[in-house]
């Protein structure tokens, strides 16, 4: 999770770091969803001036507001596809059993 309301050199001296530490611990990027919040406070800065660094590289993103809520159904999402891939064909019969099902998760907004 990035707090992208701070200034620019902040967030990728942040992001440098935390792509370090990936990296040590061998973690393919690929895997990684990088959260941007606070984006209620870009005051028109667009994520995508900074997103084409290469420290965002094979990152996926999702980008919210956890106080306004944007972006909450979207990370929602993104969160389930990356738990329950969906290249599983298996059907829910062939299940092991005990395996999870996909959880239906509750948002404020879906209330
Ligand atoms: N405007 C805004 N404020 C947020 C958001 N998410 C968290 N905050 C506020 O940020 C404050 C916490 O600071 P934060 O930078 O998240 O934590 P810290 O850096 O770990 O201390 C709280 O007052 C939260 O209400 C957001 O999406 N938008
Ligand atoms: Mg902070």
């Not at 701070?6 to 690929?30: F, G, H, N, Y």
């Not at 590289?57 to 972006?71: E, I, M």
């Amino acid at each position: 999770m990035l707090d992208v309301s701070e200034p620019l050199e902040s967030v990728m001296i942040k992001l440098a770091s935390c792509r370090e530490t990936l990296d040590e611990l061998q973690v393919d990027s690929r895997k990684v969803l990088l959260v941007l919040n606070k984006v209620d406070l870009l005051k028109g800065r667009l994520p995508d001036d900074f997103m084409n660094d290469p420290l965002f590289k094979d990152f996926s993103t999702a980008r919210v507001s956890a106080t306004r809520g944007d972006g909450l159904r979207q990370l929602r999402n993104k969160i389930l596809e990356r738990t329950f891939p969906p290249k599983s064909k298996i059907s829910p019969e062939a299940r092991p059993a005990g395996a999870p099902k996909s959880p239906e998760v509750k948002l404020p907004a879906d209330a």
